[in-house]
């Protein structure tokens, strides 16, 4: 009897553990999205310290976006051979010594970029280990409103993000920023408190894979803002050689097979073309209400609030209306929301501030709605046993478009034939620059509809009527 109840007084002690450890890596999670959000907006704050142009500061945030993307896939891999104790402590640790490392060569625009580079990735093992932790230790039952409020987290850290990154940068220097992600130290000894000591199955983690990753990406970037053929033929050579790897590598951590089931593929094209404008518009802002409202970004960062609300409250209802409305209809409704919010910003872009509000939050909860219709798209297309790596890849695929996104729209910027005028009534440069950008944006959105009709609407209409 003895024995009996020592084990059940040490299974539910575990469980208590397990329960009092999900609030605490839930907070750690909305911090690390605060952090990441929060340096988003101060690009405009950047460029004028250092004196160089968008297209150069953007790189403090779309190499932080590759190196999240990528890093959301290493640690998932590393899950299964390394326990989430240690793995959860080696982002905190990284993200503090990447913004002490920020905070101290802050003279030095290289070295913000690679101390952003190492911050975000411990700021990578939040989103993806937490999921793991919540699917892992809880019971099924507790499992959906767990996962539920990491994505009420997500909404509540683009509000909290904006506002701590344009009042501090306002108030005090945007170099304190990197002061900030300290608060996470305060955590560590709760994570190594109440997360269970696991032993790893020693599983394997495919490095080779994500690098060739990685270097397309990466390639892409450079070809992007600086148009080099050198950059076209490293990354045409980069492909290539991923594809034979795959191929060929039967432990790669996506196989081929997803490259041959077309509708996969399809939806990857749409989903990249039309996420490389979420991000755009949204580093783009800042610039253009500075320089043509001559705003600060402690008012920009406010006027960013009603969006972002709107979109928390729009994304947890999606998934209902999707059920009713159809997946379909629900990514075409949101894609033509995010192409009408981009117009209404380039026709009226001396116009008024509440014009840029309502586009913000046209355009924001337009991409909340077809959140979970698209990815609800992507994981029919795969059999149930892969739908993992499906979604890992899924994801890595928005975090790369993302940053794609941002390298694009930050070149426009500094093109001065950006500046022609299109519109007679517009009679400044910078207000045509920016119309004109936001033009571009709205043809991507259009295009990304025309391929999702063409490539997957369609199909789905046909097979239906077979």
């Given at each position: 009897?003895?024995?009996?109840?020592?084990?059940?007084?040490?299974?539910?002690?575990?469980?208590?553990?397990?329960?009092?450890?999900?609030?605490?890596?839930?907070?750690?999670?909305?911090?690390?999205?605060?952090?990441?959000?929060?340096?988003?907006?101060?690009?405009?704050?950047?460029?004028?310290?250092?004196?160089?142009?968008?297209?150069?500061?953007?790189?403090?945030?779309?190499?932080?976006?590759?190196?999240?993307?990528?890093?959301?896939?290493?640690?998932?891999?590393?899950?299964?051979?390394?326990?989430?104790?240690?793995?959860?402590?080696?982002?905190?640790?990284?993200?503090?010594?990447?913004?002490?490392?920020?905070?101290?060569?802050?003279?030095?625009?290289?070295?913000?970029?690679?101390?952003?580079?190492?911050?975000?990735?411990?700021?990578?093992?939040?989103?993806?280990?937490?999921?793991?932790?919540?699917?892992?230790?809880?019971?099924?039952?507790?499992?959906?409103?767990?996962?539920?409020?990491?994505?009420?987290?997500?909404?509540?850290?683009?509000?909290?993000?904006?506002?701590?990154?344009?009042?501090?940068?306002?108030?005090?220097?945007?170099?304190?920023?990197?002061?900030?992600?300290?608060?996470?130290?305060?955590?560590?000894?709760?994570?190594?408190?109440?997360?269970?000591?696991?032993?790893?199955?020693?599983?394997?983690?495919?490095?080779?894979?994500?690098?060739?990753?990685?270097?397309?990406?990466?390639?892409?970037?450079?070809?992007?803002?600086?148009?080099?053929?050198?950059?076209?033929?490293?990354?045409?050579?980069?492909?290539?050689?991923?594809?034979?790897?795959?191929?060929?590598?039967?432990?790669?951590?996506?196989?081929?097979?997803?490259?041959?089931?077309?509708?996969?593929?399809?939806?990857?094209?749409?989903?990249?073309?039309v996420y490389s404008v979420q991000l755009a518009y949204i580093f783009l802002f800042p610039f253009l209400l500075e320089s043509i409202y001559h705003l600060k970004l402690d008012t920009i960062s406010l006027l960013l609030i009603p969006a972002y609300v709107?979109?928390?409250?729009?994304?947890?209802?999606?998934?209902?209306?999707?059920?009713?409305?159809?997946?379909?209809?629900?990514?075409?409704?949101?894609?033509?929301?995010?192409?009408?919010?981009?117009?209404?910003?380039?026709?009226?872009?001396?116009?008024?501030?509440?014009?840029?509000?309502?586009?913000?939050?046209?355009?924001?909860?337009?991409?909340?709605?077809?959140?979970?219709?698209?990815?609800?798209?992507?994981?029919?297309?795969?059999?149930?046993?892969?739908?993992?790596?499906?979604?890992?890849?899924?994801?890595?695929?928005?975090?790369?478009?993302?940053?794609?996104?941002?390298?694009?729209?930050?070149?426009?910027?500094?093109?001065?034939?950006?500046?022609?005028?299109?519109?007679?009534?517009?009679?400044?440069?910078?207000?045509?620059?920016?119309?004109?950008?936001?033009?571009?944006?709205?043809?991507?959105?259009?295009?990304?509809?025309?391929?999702?009709?063409?490539?997957?609407?369609?199909?789905?209409?046909?097979?239906?009527?077979?």
């Open positions: 009897m003895a024995t009996i109840s020592a084990d059940i007084s040490v299974t539910d002690a575990s469980e208590y553990n397990v329960k009092k450890a999900v609030p605490v890596i839930l907070l750690l999670f909305l911090l690390c999205l605060i952090i990441d959000n929060s340096f988003k907006i101060i690009s405009v704050d950047m460029a004028k310290d250092f004196n160089i142009s968008a297209t150069t500061v953007s790189w403090q945030a779309t190499l932080a976006g590759l190196v999240i993307g990528i890093g959301a896939v290493v640690y998932a891999a590393l899950a299964d051979s390394i326990s989430i104790r240690k793995l959860f402590s080696v982002g905190i640790i990284l993200i503090c010594v990447g913004s002490v490392m920020g905070y101290i060569f802050q003279q030095s625009f290289i070295m913000v970029v690679v101390s952003r580079i190492v911050q975000t990735a411990g700021l990578a093992s939040a989103e993806t280990l937490y999921v793991i932790f919540v699917t892992k230790h809880l019971p099924a039952s507790e499992q959906k409103k767990f996962l539920g409020l990491s994505t009420s987290s997500f909404a509540l850290s683009q509000v909290i993000g904006a506002l701590t990154g344009g009042f501090i940068s306002t108030y005090f220097h945007w170099t304190t920023l990197f002061l900030v992600p300290l608060v996470t130290l305060f955590i560590l000894p709760f994570i190594l408190k109440y997360l269970p000591k696991e032993e790893g199955k020693g599983n394997h983690v495919d490095v080779l894979g994500l690098f060739l990753v990685g270097s397309i990406a990466a390639f892409l970037l450079l070809y992007i803002t600086d148009f080099n053929w050198i950059y076209l033929l490293l990354l045409i050579g980069a492909i290539a050689l991923f594809l034979v790897y795959i191929s060929k590598n039967t432990k790669a951590f996506i196989g081929i097979s997803f490259f041959q089931n077309k509708q996969f593929l399809s939806l990857l094209a749409v989903a990249f073309v709107l979109a928390a409250i729009v994304g947890a209802l999606s998934g209902k209306v999707a059920k009713i409305m159809g997946t379909k209809q629900c990514i075409t409704i949101a894609i033509i929301g995010i192409t009408a919010s981009l117009l209404l910003g380039g026709f009226f872009v001396k116009s008024s501030v509440i014009i840029f509000v309502l586009s913000m939050v046209v355009f924001s909860s337009s991409f909340a709605f077809m959140y979970a219709p698209m990815l609800d798209n992507c994981i029919r297309t795969i059999s149930k046993e892969n739908s993992g790596t499906a979604i890992g890849f899924y994801n890595l695929i928005l975090n790369v478009a993302a940053s794609i996104g941002i390298a694009y729209t930050a070149a426009m910027m500094d093109n001065s034939a950006m500046k022609v005028k299109l519109l007679g009534y517009i009679n400044n440069s910078n207000a045509s620059l920016y119309s004109n950008v936001l033009f571009v944006l709205a043809f991507l959105a259009v295009f990304s509809l025309f391929l999702y009709w063409v490539l997957v609407g369609r199909k789905m209409k046909m097979a239906v009527s077979n």
